[in-house]
């Protein structure tokens, strides 16, 4: 995602009631910490509160801090995430005592974990709400406002799919699309199916309903989004559903591009490599978490694959489409990691080549079964993380370049690089999924947010690409609306 994707929802500074000065219940603004399915629960949440009656802030009175309520959507994956948090609600604290009518809510995995603790250490927090309360917010704000007292709402039953509340989308082009919520699984490092519960499938038809009405809006791409997307369909006994709903969005009129994350390793077979390679808007992305390269760590972490299955499942995804981009993610130094398992996993990385992996150290979560296992050294732990992304960093770099001299077709997400203004390019991705700066060349049309425009790859950078054609001499610029 690009900062403009991960954005915080706030009103497009061209709506008229907020020329208006038009507060309706209040002016808000979500602030969300963690991963895609927290970024598309932002999206439910501010639907939720529109649908109440509150404004979403425009880009001046989020700067200003010209808001009514701030609601802070939680990660819990990490150790230090009650640290961010509680942190983040501390600094909060002073926009209370200068505005006192300012509510604060808090929602999210540390929500739906720390739920009464919150209220006793932060009670100037107006609402704690958990992962499946979003529908009750403006409820408890309204409490809230009646009562003085942090309210609290956190149940762990799942009674209605996010997705069945209005939804208020962060970009106009690209959307979100969950198809499950949950987990199954029992990684001993990992707290999600503690605050997201058991796995939940959507009924395929209201996924594919959600996806044209999407379309309808305006969106030409989606990303279908799981805790283990490809396990989709398993609970009714279909182990085909996944690749069939894969295959059903081809089908879709308008519909340019699919993507989905993320996909469990155990759960990958063939049919879904097919239906990636045979429907043409499903992009030839993929991230895969690897965690480790050491057969004895995945057992210890209860990952119910091995080396050889994955790269098993990265050699068929290669062959069937020889440009997928395939990320991961890589843990270092969970427990009893020994310097022999770190090597497996640097013998992994050479051979897979990753276009990129998002490497975490390894950071014991209260509630889990590996925080009470000897942990390792944070001097060890460092070291080693260190080595495995210089490695990283390589590959990167050298797969970058390969685009170079390339022609790719980037759908424009807007021109919010850092550096887009001094330099006039526009931003986007190409089809599978790296970031690529464009440069109009002087007499071209400027493409617009949504437009695709096909460009030669000038320069690879370390993790984007630069395109800055000249068609003189006989490099590619065309646009496509």
Same mark, same amino acid.
């Given at each position: 995602m690009t900062e403009a994707e991960r954005a915080s929802k706030t009103t497009d500074s061209a709506d008229p009631g907020a020329l208006a000065g038009d507060r309706g219940k209040g002016v808000f603004t979500v602030h969300t910490l963690g991963c895609q399915m927290n970024v598309h629960d932002s999206e439910r949440i501010a639907g939720v509160l529109e649908e109440a009656g509150y404004r979403a802030?425009?880009?001046?009175?989020?700067?200003?801090?010209?808001?009514?309520?701030i609601v802070l959507n939680t990660c819990a994956v990490r150790e230090n995430a009650a640290e961010r948090m509680y942190g983040t609600l501390g600094l909060w604290a002073e926009r209370k005592r200068q505005r006192p009518n300012l509510q604060i809510a808090v929602g999210g995995c540390m929500a739906q974990l720390d739920r009464e603790r919150i209220a006793k250490k932060a009670p100037w927090t107006a609402a704690v709400f958990g992962t499946k309360n979003i529908g009750s917010l403006p409820k408890l704000l309204e409490q809230n406002? #009646? $009562?003085?007292?942090?309210?609290?709402? #956190? $149940?762990d039953q799942l009674t209605v799919f996010p997705s069945q509340?209005?939804?208020?989308?962060?970009?106009k082009i690209s959307s979100w699309v969950s198809i499950s919520v949950g987990c199954n699984n029992t990684c001993t490092f990992c707290i999600v199916p503690t605050t997201r519960g058991r796995e939940r499938d959507r009924r395929p038809g209201d996924i594919l309903a959600e996806v044209r009405r999407c379309v309808e809006e305006g969106a030409k791409e989606v990303t279908l989004l799981g805790q283990n997307v490809n396990s989709f369909g398993y609970a009714m006994g279909d182990r085909y559903a996944f690749s069939k709903l894969l295959?059903?969005?081809?089908?879709?009129?308008?519909?340019?591009?699919?993507?989905f994350t993320s996909p469990h390793p155990a759960a990958f077979t063939d049919d879904v490599i097919a239906a990636m390679a045979e429907t043409p808007n499903v992009m030839h992305q993929l991230h895969m978490p690897l965690q480790s390269g050491s057969d004895r760590i995945l057992r210890a972490m209860h990952r119910s694959y091995r080396t050889a299955k994955f790269m098993d499942i990265l050699g068929k995804v290669r062959a069937a489409m020889p440009d997928a981009q395939i990320s991961t993610d890589i843990i270092v130094g969970f427990p009893g990691e020994t310097e022999e398992d770190f090597e497996d996993t640097l013998r992994v990385v050479k051979e897979a080549r990753f276009s990129s992996a998002f490497t975490f150290e390894y950071s014991p979560r209260p509630g889990t079964p590996a925080a009470s296992m000897e942990q390792i050294p944070k001097a060890v732990v460092q070291e080693r993380f260190d080595r495995l992304v210089k490695l990283q960093e390589r590959i990167t770099e050298e797969e970058m370049r390969r685009f170079e001299g390339c022609d790719v077709e980037v759908m424009i997400t807007g021109t919010q690089g850092k550096k887009d203004a001094a330099t006039k390019r526009v931003t986007g991705r190409e089809r599978t999924g790296v970031l690529v700066h464009i440069g109009v060349p002087e007499g071209f049309p400027e493409p617009q947010v949504g437009d695709f425009v096909t460009a030669t790859v000038t320069h690879a950078a370390r993790h984007n690409l630069i395109a800055d054609p000249d068609p003189k001499a006989g490099q590619t610029y065309a646009v496509r609306r």
């Open positions: 802030a425009t880009d001046e009175q989020a700067a200003d801090c010209d808001v009514d309520l406002r #009646v $009562t003085g007292v942090p309210q609290t709402e #956190v $149940t509340l209005p939804a208020a989308r962060a970009s295959r059903a969005c081809g089908e879709i009129d308008g519909l340019e591009r699919v993507r």
